[in-house]
């Protein structure tokens, strides 16, 4: 932790599991202020009395989902804590299912939480980060952000659309306002058991390669230090990794390499 990071404010959402969760734990054993955004209450608690020091967060319940609601949020964080410095927008939701067996529901699910949500909040806070002259977002996109597979389009395409916008809102508010976005790969969370089927139901298992991921702790800590070090953007994972360089340079190959290993995305399979 760097001189001078304790007392300041991290809003985290998607704060009641999984790389919230963690995130929530590593900055309050380092003096950080929380405050904790998820849709149950009773999961925030279950975090907050968790922490090394509960005594410093505020539990703030929403659905990301109910733009409306994020400028009323911002007044109760400034309310309560006078500042915010740190905004990690990690809500979000996946699914698994084919493009020609989801109902456009899905999808429009998909870019309200994954992308409107995200950009919501951040347009509520980035007026407070500019009077302060400072401020940083960290979005918690994927390598799905960067490159897509079968079965994930919806998914993909919510998290691509955050990097257009983000690495925008970063050339626009240079150099006072830092942007970290963020693309893990495979992280071992419930985030496969969550994601939503075709017809817009939690698929409530968790893929063999999700629970194979990265442990939560470990990717909370990648983060952490990247945004201390003030990354633009990082990516972390297994050999999903490879998918970035393929991309990049041999996009041919990348869908060959895909189509490939159907094993690894065949919906049918993951859902007997």
């Known amino acids: 932790m760097k001189s001078g990071e304790t007392g ?3 809003w985290i959402t998607g704060a009641s599991s999984g790389i919230g969760e963690a995130l929530a734990r590593w900055y309050s ?7 904790l955004t998820a849709r149950r209450r009773d999961a925030l608690e279950l975090v907050a009395k ?3 020091k509960p005594e410093n967060a505020l539990i703030l319940p929403m659905d990301v989902s109910e733009f409306e609601r994020f400028p009323e949020s911002v007044d109760t964080v400034l309310k309560h804590f006078g500042r915010i410095d740190c905004c990690i927008l990690n809500a979000g939701i996946s699914h698994r299912s084919y493009i020609r067996e989801t109902r456009f529901e899905v999808f429009k699910k998909l870019i309200d939480v994954n992308y409107l949500g995200t950009v919501a909040h951040a347009v509520a806070v980035l007026p407070e980060f500019r009077k302060a002259g400072a401020g940083h977002f960290v979005v918690i996109s994927s390598m799905m952000g960067k490159f ?3 079965g994930r389009a919806g998914y993909s395409g919510s998290k691509h659309a955050l990097h257009g ?3 925008g809102l970063r050339m626009e508010e240079h150099p006072n306002i830092k942007v970290t976005l963020v693309c893990p790969g495979f992280v071992s ?3 496969s058991a969550n994601a939503l089927t075709g017809e817009g139901k939690p698929k409530g298992t968790v893929d063999s390669t999700t629970a194979k991921g990265v442990p939560v702790d470990k990717a909370a800590k990648i983060i952490a230090r990247a945004v201390s070090k003030g990354k633009r953007e990082i990516a972390f994972g297994g050999i999903e990794k490879t998918g970035l360089w393929l991309k990049r340079f041999f996009p041919s190959m990348l869908d060959k ?3 490939s290993s159907k094993k690894n995305w065949d919906i049918d399979r ?3």
Do not use: A, H, N, Q
Request: glycine share 8%.
């Open 8 to 10: 300041k404010l991290v």
């Open 29 to 35: 054993k380092r003096g950080w202020r929380l405050v």
């Open 50 to 52: 968790g922490l090394d």
């Open 148 to 150: 897509s597979s079968p």
């Open 165 to 167: 916008f983000f690495d």
């Open 189 to 191: 969370t419930d985030v």
């Open 257 to 259: 390499v895909v189509l």
């Open 270 to 272: 993951e859902e007997k």
